[in-house]
């Protein structure tokens, strides 16, 4: 390689400031590098921000869903509740100084590559210009609601919304409320609401499997242990069970025909039999496909909210809306005074809709067309010094995007140092390592359980799994070190010597 140069500091822009951006943004500055973070909300947070809703819980062990160089001592119970996410967010922000790093109220709408001068320009919602030598794509997956196609959805009359867009002003204690959709947004709203609203009606087109977990919380004596040893914690995050747990599952997605997805799916099996008591009410419950094949649903007590007097779960098709309410196919009509669309999100977006161009103006929406796609879901080819977390075809399951995105981070460091040290101006992957890594994923992701037969967010505009198909093993292998021959790299030119 040549000799390394004297380069002014390189500019890094971090997109988001939800956890990945966070975390981008407490390695950018434990490495010394000069970087913002542009954040299109006024307060970080990304997903944990946006969703409010009464019920909302991680459903990854709360000591688990920590980044591995901030343990928390506070958590009040086994799963956390989504505003105590938020604030450990927010305190881990604050504590390792980035808050002055970001810039809120700043939505990056376009992201251009300059060739001549080998940096990326920024167009943002203000209407200010910036430029960037790196970029960070920390946007998240979960943040582009996706509503349902309800006819008549302007007509009704009471509250309607979708859950990341809560209303805090919506008829709820004591009213007639309805929530379409079952997924663990659904699951967890239908709990949290049972006790309030006086009769509840969860519209679902297909059931869930429900995997039983435990849950407790945490006595103050508890949180004291864990604030005096922090290796109490350790105990909990890096506990064997429950990586076994999460080795189990990856390997249940990919060996679908093995001893581990049987497993899982006789637990929720167990669960459904020996939960629900009602027999009409069980074989509405009772889903077609096999389980895991959507995201599993964690929930200790859905199955006892459903079979509450106040509660009706109902298979029928909506046919309309009503000013009075649902309209289902059948011609009966569910009166409501709030109806909540917890429909889930546009998994697709990623980014966009910000205007990504690389080498040559090609637009990443063409490069994402028909799926979305990323050498090992972190970088793409002809966007130099572009890089992903938590992007497409990453690895989606029951376990902490947290570790997925600080082992993405190891692996994107690794690509940033040629950078660092003067060597190269640029890196990316190349098309033919890229198109090669694809092939071999989409062979792989349709013979998982996401492929196995059910419609669900995970599929993409083809029917393809769109995500890591492999095991939890070999994406952390995978993530030590790049193969640097799957890489293109521009040399920095050494300066001429005087005549």
Request: charged share 25%; hydrophobic share 40%; aromatic share 12%.
């Amino acid at each position: 390689m040549s000799t390394p140069i004297d380069r002014q500091p390189l500019r890094h822009v971090v997109i988001g400031a939800g956890m990945a951006g966070i975390l981008a943004g407490i390695k950018l500055k434990e490495a010394g590098k000069t970087f913002v973070i542009y954040e299109k909300s006024d307060r970080l947070g990304g997903t944990w921000r946006d969703n409010r809703y009464p019920g909302l819980t991680c459903d990854v062990p709360a000591h688990a869903y920590t980044y591995s160089f901030e343990p928390y001592a506070e958590w009040e119970a086994y799963y956390a509740r989504g505003e105590e996410v938020r604030t450990y967010f927010e305190l881990t922000a604050a504590k390792h100084g980035i808050m002055p790093d970001i810039q809120f109220d700043r939505e990056v709408v376009s992201c251009i590559w300059r060739e001549a001068d080998a940096c990326w320009a920024l167009g943002l919602s203000t209407g200010e210009m910036v430029e960037a030598d790196i970029v960070i794509a920390a946007s998240g997956v979960l943040h582009h609601p996706r509503m349902p196609d309800i006819a008549g959805l302007d007509s009704f009359a009471g509250h309607v919304f979708h859950s990341a867009r809560w209303q805090d002003d919506a008829s709820i204690d004591g009213a007639r409320v309805g929530v379409v959709g079952n997924g663990s947004t659904g699951v967890q709203i239908i709990t949290a609401l049972q006790d309030r609203a006086e009769t509840l009606v969860h519209f679902q087109r297909s059931p869930q499997w429900i995997m039983p977990v435990p849950y407790f919380r945490y006595s103050e004596e508890e949180r004291e242990a864990f604030r005096r040893d922090p290796a109490l914690i350790d105990a909990i995050r890096y506990d064997e069970e429950y990586w076994s747990n999460i080795h189990r599952f990856t390997r249940a997605i990919t060996e679908v025909d093995g001893p581990d997805i049987a497993m899982i799916e006789a637990l929720c099996l167990d669960n459904l039999e020996n939960s629900v008591r009602d027999p009409e009410l069980k074989e509405k419950l009772r889903p077609d496909y096999r389980a895991a094949c959507k995201r599993l649903i964690y929930s200790w007590r859905y199955y006892d909210a459903v079979q509450e007097p106040n509660v009706v779960v109902e298979r029928e098709g909506i046919s309309h809306m009503e000013p009075s309410g649902v309209r289902l196919k059948d011609g009966r009509l569910q009166p409501l005074d709030t109806l909540v669309l917890a429909t889930g999100f546009q998994a697709d977006r990623f980014i966009r809709p910000t205007e990504v161009l690389g080498r040559a103006g090609v637009s990443l929406d063409d490069v994402w067309s028909p799926r979305p796609t990323a050498y090992y879901a972190v970088t793409i080819p002809r966007f130099p010094n572009f890089f992903m977390l938590n992007g497409p075809t990453g690895p989606v399951g029951n376990f902490s995007l947290i570790d997925i995105a600080e082992r993405q981070w190891d692996y994107v460091a690794q690509l940033l140092q040629p950078l660092w040290d003067g060597r190269s101006r640029t890196v990316e992957p190349s098309i033919a390592a890229h198109e090669a890594y694809e092939a071999r994923r989409v062979a792989a992701a349709r013979t998982t359980i996401f492929g196995s037969g059910c419609s669900s967010w995970y599929l993409d505009a083809t029917g393809v799994p769109a995500s890591w198909p492999w095991s939890y093993e070999a994406f952390a292998e995978a993530m030590t070190a790049p193969v640097w021959n799957d890489y293109v790299l521009n040399p920095v030119a050494e300066p001429a010597l005087p005549a």
